[in-house]
């Protein structure tokens, strides 16, 4: 999969008279800034450089120039996919696209809830925008939030938020093709449409979701559905004390998330999770090996929180969130034997405590959990929302953790009728055990995973090829399966000349799959 530099050298000195050589980037500490910042390796994602349009007009030059010269290029929107890669490609050698110049606000649709945004809008900006209107609408953010809004989505980021689920709030794109033309989904598709972004019913196929997590093309115009501002908002804590409480918490919650009494995806989050946000380890322990029980004891009881950890929060008119609370907090005080005391907040009170989508960096301190040059990287499988099956998914993952000599972060989150079981490996990238030790763990997690039937919803760059392969319905004999095999008779449609994203989510065009 090698990438001709003479074809890479041509191509940006072409580009760089579309867009200025200002704005191409392809010196070795350019190379540096756009690899992963928490790989062990990383030459083996290292771009060619990087290109830096600044408008959809510059960002087809850029497009037909790599058809020309067969050049790769992975499009970012911000690069903060950290966890999964940050902004480096799957493929070395191929040229990063960075779109954050292309920071528009399109509209803010107030009396609708919908925004549209082009993909270098980050959260931060549309967090601003939202303050100087007086908070009309509020955002769903995702626990590291100096992203993208676009392209979170796209991953299909989650929030805590009523509308979490960023990827399902999507509604209207506009999409660049691999050969440099527009085209716009849904009602969009008609010219001066008055329901692109507020309908999902369309004429014929529905291709909003095509674009999330694929590389048949790169969205310059995403439109995204936010929550009107509610009268009041009721937040709870509940704590469990042990580790093996973890399916009593998971079955006291699900039924109530589906029935709407809760109405978002609460959080079942282990006590390292929120340690790590504190403090590094060595606040509460500066010896080798795996955190020991009684220190993992004492900091619970130091920072007043259970083995694991989920907090509720309802929206809407007070009396309507009020007697929600009551039915939940029965509910809950039958199963878990508590019944804490909420917190009201009212329109008018400080905003920082009303549980809108408050965009943070808080999360990122957990990458200092082992000091040195700190990462982590993120195992995230689907499992059926049932208390059983996530804690044997808990014990397994743990013990996997602890073998590789790594502290156990897991989170559960909860929904109406599957789990997302969000880990966090935390590691020291100069820690050469623990160098050797993630990349082999991460391989073993989605083996299990695999084994019972659960496959990730994203992955880092390093695993795409290796999660693809556990699409295994349908196989042939050549080993792919049956997705496998329609996204690349997509992907050779699409982009016959194989320049967009090769790689992603281990989808190949033809030029590289042999």
Not at 99 to 120: A, M
Request: proline share 6%; glycine share 12%; net charge negative.
């Amino acid at each position: 999969m090698n990438v001709n530099r003479h074809e890479v050298a041509a191509f940006l000195k072409t580009v760089a008279q579309v867009t200025g050589s200002d704005r191409v980037h392809a010196g070795e500490e350019d190379r540096q800034a756009y690899s992963d910042q928490m790989g062990f390796d990383l030459a083996r994602h290292e771009p060619s450089g990087a290109v830096a349009p600044r408008s959809v007009e510059e960002l087809r030059e850029v497009v037909l120039a790599a058809n020309v010269h067969k050049v790769p290029l992975w499009p970012i929107s911000r690069g903060k996919n950290f966890g999964y890669g940050g902004a480096a490609p799957v493929q070395a050698g191929a040229v990063v696209v960075d779109l954050s110049g292309l920071r528009r606000i399109h509209e803010i649709d107030e009396k609708r809830g919908v925004c549209v945004v082009e993909p270098g809008v980050g959260f931060y900006d549309l967090y601003d925008e939202l303050t100087r209107r007086g908070h009309p609408l509020w955002l769903s953010v995702p626990g590291n939030a100096w992203g993208s809004v676009a392209g979170n989505a796209l991953e299909r980021g989650k929030g805590p938020q009523p509308y979490g689920d960023h990827g399902a709030q999507i509604c209207g794109l506009e999409v660049m093709l691999p050969d440099g033309s527009l085209v716009r989904t849904g009602t969009g598709a008609m010219e001066g449409s008055a329901t692109w972004h507020l309908s999902r019913d369309t004429y014929g196929p529905a291709w909003d979701q095509m674009f999330c997590q694929s590389n048949f093309g790169i969205v310059t115009r995403l439109g995204l559905w936010l929550m009107p501002a509610p009268e009041a908002t009721l937040s709870v804590d509940y704590a469990l004390p042990d580790a093996s409480d973890l399916a009593r918490g998971v079955d006291a919650l699900y039924p109530l998330r589906q029935r709407g009494l809760i109405d978002h995806d609460p959080a079942w989050v282990s006590y390292v999770g929120i340690a790590s946000f504190v403090g590094p380890r060595a606040q509460w322990y500066e010896g080798e090996g795996l955190l020991p029980e009684d220190v993992g004891a004492s900091i619970r009881s130091q920072l007043g929180i259970g083995w694991w950890n989920s907090q509720l929060n309802f929206y809407g008119p007070e009396k309507v969130i009020r007697a929600k609370f009551e039915v939940v907090a029965e509910a809950l005080a039958a199963q878990l034997g508590q019944r804490p005391e909420p917190r009201l907040w009212r329109q008018g009170d400080d905003f920082g405590a009303s549980h809108a989508g408050i965009p943070s960096t808080r999360d990122m301190a957990m990458i200092d959990w082992y000091g040195g040059r700190g990462g982590h990287l993120g195992f995230s499988p689907i499992l059926p929302a049932d208390g059983a099956r996530a804690q044997a998914q808990f014990e397994s993952t743990r013990a996997r953790f602890e073998a590789a000599g790594i502290d156990y972060y897991g989170a559960f989150s909860v929904g109406a009728r599957a789990i997302i079981n969000i880990n966090e490996i935390l590691y020291d990238r100069d820690n050469a055990q623990m160098a050797r030790a993630v990349p082999q763990l991460m391989d073993t997690l989605i083996a299990d995973a695999a084994k019972e039937g659960y496959g990730e919803y994203r992955t880092h760059i390093d695993a795409m090829d290796t999660v693809a392969a556990t699409q295994n319905y349908g196989v042939d004999a050549s080993g792919v399966g049956a997705m496998g095999r329609l996204n690349g008779v997509l992907k050779d449609a699409l982009d016959p000349h194989g320049i967009l994203a090769p790689g992603k989510q281990g989808i190949w065009p033809a030029r590289y799959r042999s």
